[in-house]
């Protein structure tokens, strides 16, 4: 089992930035892939970004490249994500999840935070 607990979200202003915080407990952290992936009203989960059990691997969604950032240190059992320059789109609930290896695909991710709120406005 792999408990994640996710913080750092809230409301902020189009163009604003905020950095949101997974912490891991349970097993290994270190031997997960991590991913942050955000659900809005009415749409399907998107995979925003993911990172290999090292942190030397990243990926992200197209649309999101260059405005955020992934990364974790292991040894504080915790993954980052950094965004910024955000936009009314990027409103959603964000979610931190943990998969044995890595992978793009949020229907293989085996652990779920809460989830923590993203509401931008314009």
């Known amino acids: 089992q792999v408990q994640l607990v996710e913080s750092g979200g809230g409301l902020v202003q189009a163009g604003g930035s905020l950095i949101l915080s997974c912490v891991a407990s349970?097993?290994?952290?270190?031997?997960?892939?991590m991913g942050w992936i955000r659900q809005a009203p009415g749409k399907e989960r998107e995979i925003v970004a993911a990172?290999?059990?090292?942190?030397?691997?990243?990926y992200y969604a197209d649309s999101l490249k260059g405005r955020f950032t992934i990364s974790r240190d292991n040894a504080k059992n915790t993954v980052y994500l950094q965004m910024i320059s955000l936009k009314p789109e990027d409103t959603a609930v964000y979610y931190c999840?943990?998969?044995?290896?890595?992978?793009?695909?949020?229907?293989?991710?085996?652990?779920w935070g809460q989830g923590t709120q993203v509401t931008v406005s314009s």
């Open positions: 999840a943990a998969v044995p290896r890595s992978s793009r695909d949020p229907r293989e991710y085996e652990y």
């Open positions: 349970g097993r290994t952290f270190s031997s997960y892939g």
């Open positions: 990172i290999n059990w090292s942190g030397s691997n990243t």
